[in-house]
């Protein structure tokens, strides 16, 4: 019984039971290496602040596709479309998770990115915008690479069990 409210709760919330999958995964992901460590006589060392980061993120990431993907696309109309628009959410979550913590090292640190000699303000401008884009979907590329795709096989798995009756 209580299986039932919480798979209808996940149906009626999608956007809120992607990004928990992608908060959860980023959590998990974050803590395997000092689980392991400590699994093998090492003391525990919890992980940074700035790794915190990688959860929030994981869970706007999962949150704001799913908001923008899911009905538009009708996932929930079958167990296989929705595993096929889940992996496309778990897909285009990871650069999300990027852009979020380059928002936050641009209000720590300021520009992240190193000036142009000799470019005038308008270059360098441009320059900083065009980096501000493009340098999140790479290490979100490659972030697909480094969790062997993990975060796919995570939304195609929550994609087909809101879409299954």
């Not at 990004?19 to 992901?29: E, N, R, S, T």
């Not at 300021?110 to 000699?117: A, C, I, R, T, V």
């Not at 979100?140 to 795709?149: E, F």
Request: aromatic fraction near 10%.
């Amino acid at each position: 019984m209580m299986r039932r409210d919480v798979l209808g709760t996940a149906r009626r919330h999608p956007a809120l039971t992607f990004g928990m999958a992608g908060g959860g995964f980023a959590l998990l992901y974050i803590l395997s290496e000092p689980v392991l460590d400590a699994l093998g006589g090492q003391e525990f060392t919890a992980p940074s602040a700035f790794l915190l980061l990688f959860v929030v993120g994981g869970f706007l990431g999962g949150a704001l596709v799913a908001w923008l993907l899911w009905e538009r696309l009708g996932g929930e109309r079958s167990p296989i479309r929705g595993a096929g628009i889940g992996a496309l959410v778990g897909l285009l979550a990871m650069p999300v998770v990027f852009y979020f913590l380059e928002l936050a090292l641009v209000v720590v640190d300021g520009n992240p990115f190193e000036p142009l000699p000799g470019a005038t303000p308008g270059i360098q401008l441009g320059s900083d915008l065009l980096m501000f884009l493009l340098a999140p979907l790479l290490l979100g590329a490659l972030g697909v690479i480094v969790t062997y795709g993990g975060t796919v096989i995570v939304g195609a798995l929550v994609g087909f069990l809101l879409a299954r009756e």
